[in-house]
């Protein structure tokens, strides 16, 4: 996997920045991992992107650079990945290195729901119920699920 990764194979690139920063056969290193998963993400790996984007807002193993993690996030979901609109919406959500904005959580959460994610879907209908920067509408949070 580590000559694949070398190589700029995005595939294992992604999987051995898991596995270091999971620590899984190899050292634990965050840095390491972020560094493999933005040699992925250079590559077009979307997932990777958003792992990279969690390091950024994080700080781990690279400094904290939540407008960074924004940009990275929003470029992989430009490209149609839901799970990076999630990641955007939970960061909108939780005022994770942004001001909490329920209303931008659900855009988020509404594009990622449209691109096919599921959990995108489930914390739409959540904020929708709830009325967190949105008006409350208890019917359309069902519709959504």
């Not at 390091?55 to 979901?77: H, K």
Request: charged share 25%; with cysteine.
């Amino acid at each position: 996997m580590l000559h694949k990764a070398s190589r700029r194979d995005a595939a294992s690139a992604r999987r051995l920045a898991e596995f270091h920063g999971l620590g899984l056969g190899v050292p634990r290193s965050d840095a390491t991992a972020t560094a493999w998963f933005a040699l992925a993400s250079d590559e077009g790996d979307l997932e990777a992107m958003v792992y990279l984007a969690a390091s950024l807002r994080e700080g781990l193993g690279v400094p904290c650079d939540p407008a960074a993690a924004i940009c990275v996030a929003e470029q992989a979901a430009a490209a149609g990945y839901g799970g990076a609109a999630r990641f955007l919406g939970s960061t909108y959500d939780d005022g994770i290195g942004v001001p909490c904005d329920g209303a931008r959580a659900a855009d988020w959460f509404a594009r990622g729901a449209e691109l096919g994610d599921t959990l995108s879907e489930f914390f739409l209908a959540n904020i929708l119920f709830d009325g967190r920067g949105v008006d409350p509408d208890p019917t359309r949070a069902v519709e959504v699920l």
